[in-house]
C-alpha cells in the first residue's frame, strides 16, 4: 500500500469508515455441516418470474435442502434504471405460491430481513460495495477513472478499427496511473467518475485458468485483462463487484446461476481473488429452449406467453405439476423415479445438480400436460374442488360462485369414476374444467339433433328418449338401471349384450352400449364422458326429464 493510494482513497470516499475486516467479523461463517450447501436465488427485480429463473430457483432449493443447507432470496436491484416498484414482492409471492421456500431473504412485511447476513437487497448494501472498493483502492486494486462516454466509444471505435477486443485496458486505461493531485482536480472540478479493478491480465500474453463447474465439468478460460466498472458513478456496483462481495458475506458456497454469466467469470474470479476472498464454486445451468418451426430457441419473454410463470397460474396447472415438469427438465431420472414412488411429494426427490446436463432442456408442453393429467388423478375429490374453486376465484368470477353455492354437487361432478384402480385422466388443469363438465354445471345446456349418430333411425331414438324419460329412477343401483337400459334397446331391436350383437351384427340395429350412448348425447350433448349412471344420479330425474323434453321437441 503505498500512501497515494490511502490518499485517493479518502478522497473518493470520505465518509467510509469501516474497514472489510468489520463485515468479515459481523458475518461470521455460517454452522453448518461441511456438505451443507448454501446457495441463493438472485433475482434482478424486472418484475415477473421467467421460467428459466423459476428453474434456477428450484435447483437452489432442492440443492440446499437435500444437503441440509441453506437456500436465500437475494434481490439485486443495483441496475436502478430496470427497476420495477414491487417486483421484489412479486417474486416471493411467486417463489411461495409455486412452492420454492425461502429460507432468509427480504421475507416479512415490507421486505424486513429474515435471517442475519442482509441485507438481502442489495441497494441497500452500497457501503458494504463502497467499503471493499475504498479497500482494493487502498491496495492499489482499482482506481478512479474518469472518463466520459464520448472518450470511452473513441476507445472503442480505435478497437474495433485495429480488430482488438474492444474495452479499458492496456494503453487505452489513461486513467489506470493518474496520481493523487490528478485524481484531486478531477474530483475539485466536480467530474463524475467510476471505480474500475486494475486487472492483472495481460492482452498479449494471456494465461489460462481452470474451473470446475458443477455442471459442466472442467473449463479452461483464458484470463481477464479488462479493467472492469465495479463501482458506478452512482456509488453502487454493477453485478459483478456485488455478486463477490455478497455471495462472500452471505456465505455461499455454490453458486447457481445462468449460462449467460460463464463468458464474464474469469472476470468474477479476478474480483475475488483481489478481494483477497476464496471463490465459491459454480453451476452454470443451460437455458430452457423451445422448438419453433423446427428450430430451437430460447423461451422469449417477449414472443412466449409460457415464459411468465403467471402463465400457468392463469392456465390453473397445479403446482405440484409444474415443479415435477421442471424436475424433469433438471434431471432426467425425475420420471423413473416418479413410477417407483407414485405417492411420494416431489420434494422427497433425491435431485442431483451434477445430474443437470449442460445442453438445454426442451420445454414440450405435451410432456407438461400428461404430467399435470397424472398428478390431477392422484389427487382426492376434495383437493381437486380446493383447487378448481382457488383458480376460479382469480380467474373465472361466475364458476367460484357456481362452485361455492353448489358444493356437493360439485363434489360429485368432481368424484365421477375417481376412485378406481385407474382414475380418469382427462383434466390436464383447472382452466378447462367448466368447459369440460359444461353439460353438468350449464343452464343453458344444449343438444343439437345433428349430434346423435346418424346411422339411428329419428323415430329409434325418439322412442328410446320417452321410454327413458319414464323408466329413470333415480333408486334404481347400476345394476338395475343397466338391465332396464338393455330391456328398453331390446324393444327397439338393439343386442341386449355387445357380443351378442358381434356375432351377428346384420340382425340388428346396435347394442345395448350404443341405447347408452343415445341417452348420453340427449343428456349431455357429448359422445364420450364420464359414467352415464354416475352422471344421471348427479343430475336427478327432474332435470333429466327436463332436458329430455328439451331434446323431444326438436326430434
Ligand atoms: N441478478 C442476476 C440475474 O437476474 C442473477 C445472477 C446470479 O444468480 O448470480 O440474472
Given amino acids: 500500500m503505498t500512501d497515494q493510494n490511502k490518499l485517493i482513497a479518502e478522497l473518493l470516499f470520505p465518509d467510509i469508515n469501516k474497514t472489510p475486516d468489520y463485515y468479515e467479523n459481523f458475518y461470521k461463517q455460517r454452522n453448518l455441516p461441511e456438505s451443507a450447501e448454501v446457495t441463493r ?52 409471492e411467486m417463489l411461495n405460491t409455486f412452492g420454492v421456500s425461502l429460507d432468509e431473504g427480504p421475507l416479512n412485511v415490507n421486505q424486513q430481513d429474515v435471517g442475519v447476513y442482509g441485507p438481502y437487497i442489495q441497494s441497500k448494501r452500497k457501503e458494504i460495495y463502497q467499503t471493499y472498493a475504498k479497500w482494493l483502492v487502498t491496495k492499489d486494486k482499482a482506481y478512479p477513472c474518469f472518463c466520459t462516454a464520448e472518450q470511452l466509444e473513441q476507445t472503442r471505435e480505435k478497437q474495433r478499427v485495429y480488430k482488438k477486443p474492444t474495452g479499458y485496458y492496456g494503453e487505452n486505461a489513461v486513467c489506470r496511473n493518474l496520481g493523487y493531485k490528478d485524481v484531486k482536480e478531477k474530483i475539485d472540478a466536480g467530474i463524475p467518475f467510476v471505480i474500475r479493478l486494475k486487472s492483472n491480465g495481460c492482452f498479449e500474453n494471456l494465461k489460462k485458468i481452470t474451473v470446475v463447474d458443477e455442471v459442466r465439468g472442467e473449463r479452461i478460460f483464458p484470463e481477464n485483462f479488462i479493467d472492469a466498472v465495479i463501482l458506478k458513478s452512482n456509488g453502487l456496483p454493477p453485478y459483478n463487484l456485488a455478486h463477490a462481495v455478497d455471495d462472500h458475506l452471505m456465505r455461499t458456497t455454490l453458486v447457481i446461476r445462468g449460462e449467460e454469466w460463464i463468458a464474464s467469470l474469469a472476470e468474477h474470479l479476478e474480483i475475488f481473488s483481489a478481494l483477497g476472498f476464496t471463490a465459491p464454486r459454480y453451476a452454470h445451468l443451460p437455458v430452457i429452449q423451445k422448438i419453433e418451426d423446427g428450430k430451437k430457441r430460447k423461451i422469449s419473454k417477449r414472443k412466449d406467453p409460457e415464459a411468465d410463470m403467471r402463465y400457468y397460474l392463469a392456465q390453473g396447472f397445479p403446482i405440484s405439476a409444474i415443479a415435477e415438469y421442471i424436475l424433469t427438465l433438471a434431471n432426467s431420472n425425475y420420471e423413473l423415479w416418479r413410477e417407483k414412488n407414485p405417492t411420494l411429494s416431489y420434494n422427497k426427490f433425491p435431485f442431483s445438480i451434477k445430474k443437470v446436463t449442460s445442453s438445454s432442456p426442451l420445454f414440450d408442453f405435451a410432456k407438461l400436460n400428461d404430467i399435470s393429467k397424472n398428478v390431477i388423478s392422484r389427487m382426492t375429490t376434495e383437493e381437486i374442488y380446493t383447487a378448481v374453486l382457488e ?9 367460484y360462485k357456481l362452485l361455492t353455492c353448489k358444493k356437493q354437487f360439485a363434489l360429485g361432478v368432481f368424484n365421477m369414476e375417481r376412485n378406481l384402480a385407474n382414475p380418469r385422466k382427462d383434466i390436464i388443469r383447472w382452466g378447462m374444467v367448466k368447459d369440460f363438465y359444461s353439460y353438468m354445471f350449464s343452464r343453458a345446456f344444449k343438444v343439437k339433433v345433428s349430434d346423435f349418430a346418424t346411422c339411428y333411425k329419428p323415430e329409434d331414438i325418439k322412442g328410446i328418449l320417452v321410454a327413458y324419460a319414464t323408466l329413470y329412477n333415480e333408486e334404481d343401483d347400476k345394476q338395475v338401471w343397466f338391465n332396464k337400459i338393455r330391456d328398453l334397446g331390446s324393444t327397439f331391436n338393439f343386442a341386449r349384450e355387445v357380443k351378442e350383437y358381434k356375432k351377428a351384427p346384420e340382425n340388428f340395429k346396435g347394442h345395448c352400449g350404443d341405447v347408452s350412448g343415445i341417452i348420453r348425447v340427449a343428456i ?17 330425474s327432474k332435470e333429466i326429464a327436463k332436458r329430455l323434453d328439451k331434446v323431444l321437441k326438436q326430434i
Fill in 41 to 92: 436465488f438472485a433475482p434482478s427485480p424486472t418484475g415477473y418470474l421467467h421460467i428459466g429463473s423459476f428453474f434456477t430457483s428450484m435447483i437452489g432449493r432442492r440443492t440446499a435442502s437435500n444437503s441440509n443447507g441453506v437456500f436465500f432470496l437475494r434481490i439485486e436491484d443495483t441496475d436502478q434504471k430496470r427497476e420495477i416498484k414491487g417486483a421484489a414482492k412479486i417474486v416471493i
Fill in 391 to 399: 383458480w376460479a376465484k382469480t380467474n373465472d368470477e361466475t364458476f
Fill in 524 to 540: 349431455t350433448g357429448r359422445q364420450n364422458t364420464p359414467d352415464l349412471y354416475e352422471i344421471c344420479k348427479l343430475l336427478g
